[in-house]
C-alpha cells in the first residue's frame, strides 16, 4: 500500500545539520526538474525579495520566509518528518512510532512537495515555502510544472499497490490519478455525521482525522491488498468506513465517518 500525503503548509526548519543533497533523496530520476524548482525559487528570493512576497502570496511580516527559501542551498536539512509540521503530521507522530513502525511507514508514505515533487518521510531536506498554487519564474505554474514530471516517477513507485489518496485539490493537480491505476486508487474522504444519519464534508477535523487514518495504515504490520479487504480491515480497528463512487474521480472513494 502507498499514502500519497499533500505536505503542510507550517515547517520547521532545523537549527543544525548539513545542507541539503540532492543525490541523497528517493526518486532520483525527478533530480533534474527538482534542480529547476530550486534554481527559480532561490533566484526570486535572492534577487528580488520584494516581488518575492507578491508571487509567494506572503505578507511583510513574512519575510523572514523570502530570506529562508534564498539560503536553500545552504540552509540546514533534516528528516522530512521532521519538517513538516501541520496539523495532519501532528496527528500521524512519526517520531511516537516504534523502529520497526517507522520502517513501514518510511515504505507506504509519500508527500507530494511543491519543491520537490515526491518525497518519503527520511528524504533530508530542508524548511521552505513554496505553496503548490504558485507560479514561479520561468517555470510557470507549478502544478503544472510536476505534472510534466511525476508519471513515471509515481507509477514506479506504487507498482501494484494500493493507493490510498490524501491530498487536498491543490496537489491532485501535480499528479492526477491516470484511469490505468483507478481500479486500486481510494481517494480519502472525511464526513461529518449527523444526529439524523446525514453525512456533512468535514473541514475542520478534515486533516486530523486523515492524520490518525495514515498513523494506522503507515504503522500496522500487514495490510489487506484489496480495497474490501481494507474496508474490512478499518471496521475491525473501529473506523466506520465504506466505498463511495466519484463519477468526477474516475475511481471510488473511501469514506471516512466521524461522529
Given at each position: 500500500?502507498?499514502?500519497?500525503?499533500?505536505?503542510?503548509?507550517?515547517?520547521?526548519?532545523?537549527?543544525?545539520?548539513s545542507?541539503?543533497d540532492?543525490?541523497?533523496?528517493?526518486?532520483?530520476?525527478?533530480?533534474?526538474?527538482?534542480?529547476?524548482?530550486?534554481?527559480?525559487?532561490?533566484?526570486?528570493?535572492?534577487r528580488?525579495?520584494?516581488?518575492?512576497?507578491t508571487?509567494?502570496a506572503?505578507?511583510s511580516?513574512?519575510?523572514?520566509?523570502?530570506?529562508?527559501?534564498?539560503?536553500?542551498?545552504?540552509?540546514?536539512?533534516?528528516?522530512?518528518?521532521?519538517?513538516?509540521?501541520?496539523?495532519?503530521?501532528?496527528?500521524l507522530?512519526?517520531?511516537?512510532?516504534?523502529?520497526?513502525?517507522?520502517r513501514?511507514?518510511?515504505k507506504?508514505?509519500?508527500?507530494?512537495s511543491?519543491?520537490?515533487?515526491?518525497?518519503?518521510f527520511?528524504?533530508?531536506?530542508?524548511?521552505?515555502?513554496?505553496?503548490?498554487?504558485?507560479?514561479?519564474?520561468?517555470?510557470?505554474?507549478?502544478?503544472?510544472?510536476?505534472?510534466?514530471?511525476?508519471?513515471?516517477?509515481?507509477?514506479?513507485?506504487?507498482?501494484?499497490?494500493?493507493?490510498?489518496?490524501?491530498?487536498?485539490?491543490t496537489?491532485?493537480?501535480?499528479?492526477?490519478?491516470?484511469?490505468?491505476?483507478?481500479s486500486?486508487?481510494?481517494?480519502?474522504?472525511?464526513?461529518?455525521?449527523?444526529?439524523?444519519?446525514?453525512r456533512?464534508?468535514?473541514?475542520?477535523?478534515?486533516?486530523?482525522?486523515?492524520?490518525?487514518?495514515?498513523?494506522?495504515?503507515?504503522?500496522?504490520?500487514?495490510?489487506?491488498?484489496?480495497?474490501?479487504?481494507?474496508?474490512?480491515?478499518?471496521?475491525?480497528?473501529?473506523?466506520?468506513?465504506?466505498?463511495?463512487?466519484?463519477?468526477?474521480?474516475?475511481?471510488?472513494?473511501?469514506?471516512?465517518?466521524?461522529?
Amino acid at each position: 500500500m502507498i499514502v500519497l500525503l499533500p505536505p503542510s503548509e507550517g515547517k520547521t526548519a532545523p537549527t543544525t545539520g548539513s545542507p541539503l543533497d540532492l543525490s541523497s533523496l528517493s526518486n532520483p530520476a525527478l533530480n533534474p526538474a527538482r534542480e529547476q524548482v530550486l534554481e527559480s525559487l532561490i533566484r526570486l528570493c535572492d534577487r528580488t525579495p520584494r516581488k518575492a512576497r507578491t508571487v509567494l502570496a506572503l505578507s511583510s511580516s513574512q519575510q523572514a520566509a523570502v530570506t529562508e527559501n534564498a539560503a536553500l542551498a545552504t540552509n540546514a536539512a533534516a528528516p522530512a518528518w521532521q519538517i513538516y509540521t501541520g496539523v495532519l503530521f501532528g496527528a500521524l507522530d512519526f517520531a511516537g512510532l516504534t523502529p520497526a513502525q517507522r520502517r513501514r511507514a518510511t515504505k507506504r508514505l509519500l508527500v507530494t512537495s511543491s519543491l520537490f515533487g515526491v518525497v518519503r518521510f527520511d528524504d533530508v531536506i530542508p524548511a521552505y515555502r513554496l505553496s503548490g498554487d504558485t507560479t514561479l519564474p520561468r517555470l510557470g505554474r507549478i502544478d503544472q510544472f510536476w505534472r510534466q514530471h511525476l508519471g513515471v516517477a509515481l507509477a514506479d513507485e506504487i507498482s501494484d499497490e494500493l493507493l490510498i489518496d490524501m491530498r487536498s485539490g491543490t496537489y491532485v493537480r501535480f499528479w492526477p490519478v491516470p484511469a490505468s491505476f483507478a481500479s486500486r486508487t481510494l481517494t480519502v474522504k472525511i464526513w461529518q455525521l449527523g444526529p439524523n444519519g446525514s453525512r456533512n464534508a468535514v473541514s475542520h477535523h478534515n486533516k486530523a482525522t486523515k492524520g490518525e487514518l495514515a498513523r494506522l495504515l503507515a504503522a500496522a504490520p500487514s495490510l489487506p491488498k484489496g480495497r474490501s479487504g481494507l474496508i474490512d480491515f478499518l471496521r475491525d480497528h473501529d473506523w466506520d468506513a465504506q466505498l463511495g463512487v466519484d463519477a468526477k474521480l474516475g475511481h471510488d472513494r473511501l469514506d471516512v465517518s466521524i461522529d
